[in-house]
């Protein structure tokens, strides 16, 4: 019984302290009917801006333009073709890469000669047609191509590689080839650099090679690539465009055949209209130089493997010197023939 009657009290002052609590709390935080709006509420103020109508502000950098950027200029477009007006709108603004100032033609062996040779009398020949003016006006690419350091720093780009073409070919060709004819020839004499040819020296060598390259790399190097007027892009100059493809780097190996240097094997020259008139070019030369007609038979038949059998011409023509020996063998093996008949009947 007293068990009974103490739980009864302790649910009494349950429920006491319970309605209090909760009038307590409606004196603080009201009512739930109070917290809640029976009117639906709407937001009558202007909507924000859509996205593309907020200004674009520039960004403020803490910083000054560096002076190594000078040559990326932004400048607006002139006058659009076609149009009447003249203005250019924020639209035609655009980043363009200068290639300006001047620079200097570059000359062969402009490094170091060294003082690697046999005899004395050939750093001389070097020294004399080295400093020779109608030389160095003749800007030969055949000596160009192997020795010298600022036309290999300019080949890099196709504004002055195509500025060094325009001077290589537009000078007086007879001239420049009778010179380099005469020091082909000098060169070999024992007074010169004989000596230094026997012992096949690099240097010696590689400025033979040059001499009796320069017409057949004249040509060559001169070649316009009729492409070039139709894309609109590149150079007017096969080489030029060669030199600086980078998708096709190998097509320009095919401009060291005169030099010596053959085709190496697995390369993937560009199958260009350039290509098989450059190759036609050397198909007419192999007659006037041996180092050419050494490394022109290989070279076609790897074309020809590559942009078709018809593509270009792999037989060549035999000098002149080459026939006269070929008829004498010719004799000399029907007199044998003739004399062996005798002795067998």
């Known amino acids: 019984m007293l068990v009974q009657n103490w739980t009864l009290a302790v649910v009494c002052c349950i429920l006491f302290l319970s309605?209090?609590?909760?009038?307590?709390?409606?004196?603080?935080?009201?009512?739930?009917?109070?917290?809640?709006?029976?009117?639906?509420?709407?937001?009558?103020?202007?909507?924000p801006p859509l996205p593309q109508h907020i200004p674009l502000v520039a960004r403020q950098f803490d910083f000054a333009p560096s002076s190594s950027l000078s040559s990326v200029?932004?400048?607006?477009?002139?006058?659009?073709?076609?149009?009447?007006?003249?203005?250019?709108?924020?639209?035609?603004?655009?980043?363009?890469?200068?290639?300006?100032?001047?620079?200097?033609?570059?000359?062969?062996?402009?490094?170091?000669?060294?003082?690697?040779?046999?005899?004395?009398?050939?750093?001389?020949?070097?020294?004399?047609?080295?400093?020779?003016?109608?030389?160095?006006?003749?800007?030969?690419?055949?000596?160009?191509l192997q020795t010298s350091n600022g036309f290999f720093t300019?080949?890099?780009?196709?504004?002055?590689?195509?500025?060094?073409?325009?001077?290589?070919?537009?000078v007086d060709f007879p001239t420049c080839s009778n010179l380099m004819a005469s020091l082909a020839t000098q060169i070999q004499q024992p007074d010169k650099c004989g000596p230094d040819l026997k012992t096949e020296n690099p240097l010696a060598l590689t400025a033979l090679r040059g001499f009796t390259a320069y017409q057949p790399l004249y040509k060559a190097g001169c070649l316009a690539d009729s492409s070039a007027s139709?894309?609109?892009?590149?150079?007017?100059?096969?080489?030029?465009?060669?030199?600086?493809?980078?998708?096709?780097?190998?097509?320009?190996?095919?401009?060291?055949?005169?030099?010596?240097?053959?085709?190496?094997?697995?390369?993937?020259?560009?199958?260009?209209?350039?290509?098989?008139?450059t190759m036609a070019i050397f198909a007419?030369?192999?007659?006037?130089?041996?180092?050419?007609?050494?490394?022109?038979?290989?070279?076609?038949?790897?074309?020809?493997m590559l942009c078709g059998p018809n593509f270009v011409e792999s037989s060549v023509q035999p000098t002149s010197a080459a026939s006269g020996g070929s008829e004498v063998r010719w004799s000399l093996m029907m007199g044998v023939m003739a004399v062996l008949g005798v002795l067998m009947a």
């Open 230 to 277: 139709t894309s609109g892009g590149g150079s007017n100059y096969c080489y030029a465009n060669a030199a600086t493809d980078s998708e096709n780097p190998e097509s320009s190996y095919i401009y060291y055949l005169p030099l010596g240097v053959s085709l190496p094997g697995g390369s993937r020259p560009a199958c260009s209209t350039c290509l098989k008139d």
């Open 73 to 144: 200029l932004i400048q607006p477009t002139s006058t659009r073709a076609g149009s009447a007006t003249g203005t250019a709108s924020s639209s035609s603004i655009l980043a363009t890469a200068t290639d300006t100032g001047t620079f200097t033609l570059p000359k062969p062996f402009d490094s170091s000669l060294g003082n690697n040779f046999t005899s004395t009398t050939c750093p001389d020949f070097f020294t004399t047609f080295l400093s020779d003016q109608t030389l160095t006006s003749c800007l030969p690419l055949s000596l160009l």
């Open 154 to 170: 300019a080949s890099r780009s196709l504004l002055k590689l195509t500025q060094i073409l325009d001077a290589s070919c537009s």
């Open 19 to 47: 309605r209090h609590g909760v009038e307590a709390a409606a004196n603080v935080y009201g009512t739930s009917d109070s917290l809640l709006s029976r009117d639906l509420l709407f937001d009558r103020r202007e909507p």
């Open 284 to 304: 007419k030369a192999v007659s006037s130089t041996q180092v050419l007609k050494d490394n022109y038979v290989g070279a076609s038949q790897q074309v020809k």
